[in-house]
């Protein structure tokens, strides 16, 4: 969450997501029971306020989320027709001077 965090959003967001965790720690929300963290959770979704500069801790947690889950090898087979490419890799060797296949670049 770190680097795309730093690395995918503005400074504005990334105050916004420290903001939410902070508030998520006064609330001792690890310590919380489940059905207790569902709660906080739906509070959190329903006072996050949609802004056109920025997103909130809200939107924010729902797309690293979904990212993290959806680019997992898990997600990824429970999510959808995962299939294999099939057979073996086998490898070639590429003369000098020899255009690769994919870019047409020398190599």
Known sequence: MDVMLRDCYKKPAQDAFIAG????????????KPDQQTAVLKQVEASA???????????IVKEVTLLGYFTSE?????????????GRFEAIKIKPGQKDFMYGNQV
């Open 21 to 32: 965790v902070q508030d998520l720690e006064r609330k001792n929300f690890l310590g919380l």
């Open 49 to 59: 306020t949609p802004s056109a500069t920025s997103p909130s801790f809200w939107q």
């Open 74 to 86: 898990a997600g990824i087979k429970a999510s959808f027709d995962y299939q294999p490419i099939p």
